[in-house]
């Protein structure tokens, strides 16, 4: 009985964490997906691309990878304005039958980014250990990861940060605007392309932190990114899109259910139920978590 | 068939050079150039007045791919005979291909059991072990060290996990140890500690893990974290032998043990040559992956050697006559227990002691004592 | 007895209540108005009656059957077309396609269906644009497309939600003259128009309603001469 | 204030405006007629830049504006309340009347521009925290006029203020129309509502086919015999 | 009527035809193989996406049951694949159906979505069935024909039905409802079109059509696992690229798309080394920014304006 207690202690907390982690990185496909509505194939290559930086500042000059994680941002901020400016915005300005051949560009430069940093650094797996990443507390004889914690926290934290930009300050709105009109941004004198530019850069920087946070617990290699873009998907959708409180949710309702599914089914079945949680939530739920929580 | 042009011996060989596995494509192709100079300096390369020239073509971890690569080789550069696979997946759709083409087929990893169980003639596993055979010395060891009670099993749903767990558990049942848990699970989680927790409540004597190079880390660390001791943690090679495994689990690798089909100080002749030296030119450490393809050029080299004429099955029959001591030990092709030109292989135990792998069994090659059971978590 | 009858229909978004208890009943044949402030419920009546969504409550009679629960596309087999205030052109098509679409409710063969694409475009003097794409119309014609479209799905009754928007004067009697045309073929409408000088010249009776609620119903004249429409709808000017 | 010289557009190969020229002065109120389909809405899509011009000038306060990027324009003072009115339809009405008042000076008087559209539209302030998709079509209308008139414009176009209002709402735009033109802000405006347009505008240019037919007064074309006959049917 | 698309069609079939006899080499032969596989998924995938607008993210599924259903045959009673020929449409239309009854009551990007999840689903339940499906063991099964010349006549054979359906579906009644309900939905059901009906009368046949091509797959690769059957990005990710390469909503679009992406895949990663890739996705890239609607869209286009010929079903070739 007591034994049966702590198990299930235990999958609860660590499907809250593993669904903080999942929302972390979800968080700028909220930006890119949810709000911008682009379908972001190449989501996960930019969180590797993150991990990435993060791994060179922490091999090559010592820097712990939570303060790599502002040099990260930055970085990628700048990728993604590049990718936004030069390559997206064309497709955005053309009127084509489906708007989904944005798809199509961004796994195109999923495929760039990835075998590009291949090129680069091989496939070999590296990681960064770090004195905390092993740090753990314990609450009776259930365990609880340090860097999980911070993780969450920093997610839960610019879950509220982003939730404020979109909805309080002027370009946060401008951002949205954008996305639901781009014509009339224009008149009410929205410069739409720098703001579209500028919510990729975001995104991109966002998926970096993501990204930065879980480097001291996981591992990299060039396709690490594949593991997350299909995820952030169904968190951005589960929360509802454009809902940043949606998708942090979203995310803890994914790592819930995974977890609980990895206890009392089993753990090759985890997935399985995160998807059929998902698609559960949506027939009963059209509008995601977001038509409960109302941004 | 393979026909042969002029003024080369084309040996085609087919890796996943981008993709999620070409981070093992890449480390058997150095071997295999490493290998191929060293042959090359030696004059094993040249027979007659023509030149072996090694064609590598990336299969990108795909087996539609595989196929076409091997459709390239043989019916277009019309190599004289093939090499490479590293995911069974690619490897079963080579030799599948590589059999309908009358082209021999040397492979290097790929290990999924049914391959070589076909019946196919021009088909050759030297260097690799099937899967569920990885466990050959670690059975013995069992006999007589551990003596479990109970086991867990533990695997990657991938081919090579089913099968060898699937062959570990069958051992068991023959035996009459106790499966207290056996699950899947599918890799690049972030998270094991739900399984984990739940393994723990079954109390095992010891629990045996096939896993993928950063799972297996994963997994060790989480152990630590939930402080789960168990007498003795084994692994199924892959993960658990690589460099990677240590340098991201750090101190939570000390006592894990595994199997293993090579190991750089294990005393074949040119096993610790070949891993300084790799070490020096590409400034990485290999694994036993790397040793397979340079132990694999160097069968290739002395099979087309000795060949009596380079057509297929000429270099087919000089296959199949194959006997040479390699840095994996010495490779036959032979036919048992159901399988075709399958080498018998050398297994061992290995360990982990404070980052570096110890063979530990069979005790006539062991390079340091087993630790077993392993201390508890509180007492390291 | 009335064509279609509306019998205390409801209906609520959330706390608001859009339409409220309302009952009217349209004869066979007439051009029935409804008018209303902006914000009043017309449109949610169209919509009830299309069934874009379920009624919150009350019952809705086509030819003296129920209709408030079939499904949409059900609603327009039976033959109740309607247009859209904010339009919804099939955009990458062209008029002849759009309208097309709506014929192939009655037949299968596409020769068919163009044939009499043809002639409802013609009748809708949208001739000079039958291979332009929808999406490059301005949006007057794209109402007037929308009529075309309803039209060749051979309504008994059409719904029209301000086709007349966006017309000078002259246009509006082109337009005027087109639903009356329409009528003429047999056609019961509804129509909710805010330009008075078509609703008044147009409409056999009308409806005026204010948050949800009937206010006045009756011939035109009546009705515009109502205090509560004037109140409510028309303004001073209109006194 | 506006000049537009001898403009062309076309979308992709297929010309609207032949040549069109003219201009709004300072203080102005000026109207744009024209039936169905004469370009009344590509010539003011021009202005605010959405299209390109293929030949020609446009003008504002002396300043060659023919190729700026509409963002550029709008922050000259040029604010277009378009046609359809293309409002921001998951954003509340607040934000929506927010999102008008970006740059500096209108930012700065945000909240007594929003209390004074409040008082004209009291619907808009009752509906303030609903999302805009959820308007009807009338109070989308008021939402657009007042999102523009958030921005304190120089020149304010209007494409069609009084599509789809309640008689008592389009004779109460009309006048606040004309309230606003008489606080300074020059107004250009498209309408079918000829009539009523024409008797408040200072001047009013027709377009036919894509072509400036003539110009004159509101109350020259309103006695002009062939305006009464294409356009108010009498 | 033999206007300029019958000729040209009958060009193409009369090239498609011959072209085993022109290029002899089974290299090449092979990848025409591949191409003609690719093409029938991208021409199926086109019936519910290019032209319904339900753009789905899960096709690998209906790829998979198809392949499987071959598979299965063999493994379990030992029956010639080729009868997965006539099993595995079947089955990828049964499995259409719950997925069309939960997917279609979503739009936009909640039903792409739902699509992909359930797409993964039946990969991780092929992956972890290991008593039915071998697991990630995977099914080998012996080629029974080593000609290329007869799969490729099997495989044309395929290809030829698939697009002639679509083509008779896409130009009947139906065609213009598929159009209407991608054009707007609202509109549609204003029309009196059932869009759930018909959106699953376009989701049936692509089923079918993606089932029997992963039948003809597993004949022809001999070698299947739910990794690569069912895989999100190989397959159900790969087909959008094609069709999207190519041309959405055109007839001959998805077979252009699907030869561009195997030819010039092939081509680079023979040519480039472990760049090969990297290349590839340059060239995707520069495609889609240069040609957003896709080679065959394109050149519609072109065509409309240098022609000015009154349009077809808009978007058809
Ligand atoms: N989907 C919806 N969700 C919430 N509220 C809605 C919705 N549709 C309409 N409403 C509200 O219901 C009321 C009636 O709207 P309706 O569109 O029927 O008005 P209307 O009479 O057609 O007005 P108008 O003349 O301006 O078109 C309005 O207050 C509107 O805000
Ligand atoms: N996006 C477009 N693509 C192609 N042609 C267009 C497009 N938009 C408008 N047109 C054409 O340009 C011409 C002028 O259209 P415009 O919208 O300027 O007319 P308008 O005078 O504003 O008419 P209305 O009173 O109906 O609003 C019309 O013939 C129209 O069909
Ligand atoms: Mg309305
Ligand atoms: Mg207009």
């Known amino acids: ?295 | 068939g393979g026909g042969v042009s002029s003024d080369a011996v084309k040996v085609g060989v087919i890796l996943p050079l981008t993709g999620s596995e070409a981070m093992f494509g890449e480390m058997e192709k150095n071997s295999f150039d490493m290998a191929y100079e060293e042959l090359k300096a030696e004059g094993k390369t040249t027979i007659g007045d023509k030149e072996i020239v090694l064609m590598y073509e990336d299969d990108q971890g795909r087996q539609d791919v595989a196929r076409s690569a091997t459709e390239k080789l043989v019916n277009q550069d019309k190599v004289a005979m093939l090499s490479g696979g590293y995911s069974s997946a690619c490897t079963n759709v080579i030799a599948g291909s590589a059999q309908t083409l009358n082209t021999p087929f040397l492979i290097v990893t790929g290990s999924s059991d049914d391959i070589t169980k076909q019946g196919w003639d021009f088909v050759f596993r030297g260097t690799a072990a099937p899967a569920s055979m990885y466990t050959g010395a670690f059975w013995d060891m069992m006999e007589k060290v551990v003596k479990p009670q109970s086991v867990a099993i533990i695997f990657e749903n991938t081919d090579f996990g089913t099968s060898s767990s699937k062959g570990f558990r069958e051992e068991c049942q023959k035996r009459g140890i106790n499966i207290v848990f056996d699950q899947a699970y599918e890799h690049g989680a972030i998270d094991f500690k739900p399984m984990l927790a739940n393994l723990r409540s079954t109390n095992p004597d010891m629990i045996f893990a096939t896993s993928y190079v950063m799972d297996a880390s994963m997994i060790v660390k989480q152990m630590k974290e939930l402080n789960f001791d168990t007498k003795l943690f084994v692994g199924n090679g892959a993960g658990y032998t690589m460099p990677e495994f240590y340098q991201n689990a750090g101190a939570a690798s000390d006592f894990v043990a595994s199997t293993s089909l090579w190991v750089p100080n294990v005393s074949w002749q040119g096993a610790s040559e070949y891993y300084e030296k790799y070490k020096q030119k590409y400034g990485k450490e290999p694994d036993y992956h790397g040793a397979q393809a340079y132990a694999t050029m160097y069968v290739i080299a002395d099979a087309l050697n000795r060949a009596e004429d380079l057509s297929n099955t000429g270099i087919q029959s000089a296959l199949k006559d194959t006997d040479i001591q390699t840095i994996m030990g010495p490779i036959k092709f032979v036919d048992w227990a159901g399988f075709t030109n399958q080498n018998e292989p050398n297994t061992y135990v290995v360990q982990w002691t404070d980052g570096k792998l110890e063979v530990i069994w069979p005790e006539e090659v062991k390079s340091a004592d087993y630790v077993y059971p392993v201390p508890k978590w509180s007492e390291r | 007895m009335g064509i279609l009858e509306a019998r205390g229909i409801t209906k609520r978004f959330g706390g608001l209540t859009a339409v409220n208890e309302l009952s009217f009943a349209v004869d066979k044949g007439e051009i029935f108005g409804i008018i209303g402030p902006n914000g009043s419920g017309k449109t949610t009546v169209f919509n009830m009656i299309s069934r874009f969504f379920p009624i919150t409550a009350g019952e809705i009679y086509f030819n003296d059957r129920r209709i408030d629960a079939l499904p949409a596309h059900e609603i327009c087999k039976i033959g109740i077309g309607r247009t859209f205030q904010v339009v919804k052109p099939l955009r990458r098509m062209t008029v002849q396609e759009n309208v097309m679409a709506g014929a192939f409710l009655r037949t299968r063969n596409i020769s068919k269906a163009r044939r009499k694409a043809k002639e409802i475009i013609n009748f809708c003097n949208l001739d000079d644009y039958r291979s332009r794409a929808a999406m490059g119309l301005p949006i007057p014609l794209r109402k007037r497309l929308e009529i075309a479209r309803a039209l060749a799905t051979e309504p008994v009754l059409l719904l029209l939600d301000e086709t007349c928007a966006g017309l000078n004067p002259k246009e509006s009697e082109a337009a005027i003259d087109l639903i009356r045309r329409i009528r003429d073929t047999g056609v019961t409408i509804i129509i909710i128009e805010h330009i008075m000088k078509v609703m008044m010249g147009i409409s056999d009776r009308i409806l005026a309603i204010n948050f949800g609620k009937e206010i006045a119903m009756g011939k035109p004249q009546e009705v515009a001469n109502h205090p509560e429409v004037i109140k409510a709808y028309l303004g001073e000017a209109y006194a | 204030m506006l000049r537009v010289t001898n403009i062309d557009v076309a979308y992709k190969d297929v010309q609207v405006l032949w040549d069109v020229t003219f201009e709004v002065n300072q203080g102005e109120f000026v109207a744009l007629l024209g039936a169905n389909g004469a370009g009344k809405t590509t010539t003011l899509n021009a202005i605010s830049g959405l299209l390109k011009v293929k030949k020609g000038s446009i003008e504002f306060l002396g300043k060659d504006i023919t190729q700026l990027p509409g963002y550029k324009i709008a922050e000259l003072g040029i604010i277009h309340v378009p046609e359809g009115r293309r409002l921001f339809p998951e954003m509340t009405v607040r934000e929506n009347l927010e999102m008008g008042s970006l740059f500096p000076e209108a930012k700065a008087k945000r909240k007594d521009t929003m209390k004074k559209i409040f008082e004209q539209f009291p619907i808009l302030e009752e509906k303030q925290y609903k999302e805009a998709g959820t308007l009807s079509g009338g109070q989308q209308q008021m939402l657009a006029l007042g999102r523009g008139l958030m921005a304190l414009p120089k020149l304010l176009i209007l494409d069609e203020p009084s599509l789809g209002l309640a008689p008592v709402l389009v004779t109460q735009i009309f006048e606040q129309i004309k309230e606003i033109n008489n606080e300074g802000v020059t107004v250009l405006q498209v309408e079918q509502n000829v009539v009523q347009t024409l008797k408040m505008c200072h001047r009013a240019y027709v377009l036919e086919n894509g072509k400036i037919y003539t110009q004159g007064t509101g109350e020259k074309l309103l006695n002009d015999e062939h305006i009464k006959q294409a356009y108010l049917g009498i | 009527m033999l206007n300029k698309n019958t000729l040209m069609t009958i060009v193409f079939a009369l090239v498609a035809v011959a072209l085993p006899v022109i290029i002899k080499a089974p290299y090449q032969q092979h990848i025409l193989i591949l191409v003609i596989i690719w093409a029938t998924i991208g021409t199926a995938w086109n019936l519910l996406s290019g032209y319904a607008g339900q753009v789905s993210f899960g096709h690998a599924a209906f790829f998979g049951v198809g392949a499987y259903s071959a598979g299965l045959l063999t493994l379990h009673y030992g029956l010639s694949p080729w009868w997965g020929l006539a099993l595995g449409p079947v089955m990828a239309m049964l499995i259409a159906l719950p997925i069309g009854a939960i997917a279609f009551r979503l739009r936009g990007p909640y039903f792409a979505l739902a699509t992909l999840a359930l797409g993964e689903i039946f990969r991780l339940m092929f992956l972890n069935m290991t008593g039915f499906t071998n697991g990630a063991k995977g099914i080998l099964i012996m080629p029974a024909i080593t000609s290329k010349i007869a799969y490729y006549y099997i495989g044309l054979g395929i290809l030829a039905a698939t697009l002639l359906v679509t083509y008779l579906i896409v130009h009947s009644k139906i065609g213009y409802y598929l159009v209407s309900i991608r054009e707007d939905q609202d509109a549609a059901t204003s029309l009196g079109i059932p869009t759930t009906f018909y959106k699953n009368l376009a989701l049936l046949p692509s089923a079918l059509f993606t089932g029997l091509a992963g039948a003809f797959y597993m004949n022809y690769v001999t070698f299947i696992d739910p990794d690569i059957v069912f895989n999100l990005t190989d397959i159900s990710i790969m087909v959008i690229l094609v069709v999207m390469l190519g041309g959405v909503a055109t007839t001959w679009g998805p077979t252009i798309g699907a030869a561009l992406y195997i030819i010039m895949g092939e081509l680079f990663r023979t040519t480039l080394g472990s760049a090969n890739v990297l290349v590839f996705g340059v060239l995707v890239c520069l495609i889609i920014m240069f040609l957003p609607n896709g080679i065959a869209g394109e050149l519609d286009i072109i065509k409309r304006i240098t022609q000015r010929k009154k349009a077809g079903l808009s978007g058809g070739v």
């Open chain 1, 1 to 295: 009985m007591e034994d049966a207690w702590i198990k299930f202690g235990q999958t609860v907390i660590c499907g809250i964490l593993l669904g903080g982690m999942y929302s972390l990185i979800a968080i700028g496909m909220t930006l890119i997906m949810g709000v911008m509505k682009i379908v972001n194939l190449a989501h996960g290559a930019l969180v590797m691309v993150g991990m990435y930086v993060v791994y060179i500042c922490a091999t090559n000059y010592g820097i712990d990878p939570y303060i790599g994680m502002f040099i990260a941002m930055p970085v990628l901020f700048f990728l993604g304005c590049l990718i936004q400016k030069y390559m997206i915005n064309r497709l955005v300005e053309v009127d084509s039958i489906l708007p989904e051949n944005q798809v199509l560009l961004t796994v195109g430069i999923m495929l760039v980014l990835t075998e590009g940093i291949r090129l680069f650094f091989k496939s070999d797996y590296r990681s960064v250990v770090t004195s905390y990443s092993s740090d753990t507390l314990y609450i009776g004889a259930m365990s609880i990861s340090v860097p999980l914690v911070i993780g969450f926290i920093i997610a839960m934290a610019f879950t509220f940060l982003l939730h404020m930009f979109l909805t309080k300050s002027d370009l946060g709105k401008s951002i949205r605007a954008t996305a639901q009109d781009r014509d009339a941004a224009i008149f009410m004198g929205v410069n739409s392309s720098k703001i579209t530019m500028i919510t990729f850069g975001l995104g991109a920087a966002l998926a970096a932190a993501g990204g930065s946070l879980l480097l001291p617990l996981f591992y990299l290699f060039p396709d690490v990114g594949h593991l997350f873009t299909a995820k952030s998907f169904i968190i951005t959708i589960l929360g509802g899109l454009g809902s940043t409180w949606g998708a942090a949710i979203g995310g803890l309702v994914i790592g819930l259910s995974e977890s609980l599914g990895a206890t009392y089914i089993s753990m090759g079945y985890k997935d399985v139920v995160g998807l059929v949680m998902f698609i559960l939530v949506l027939l009963f739920l059209p509008g995601g978590i977001r038509s409960l929580v109302k941004r």
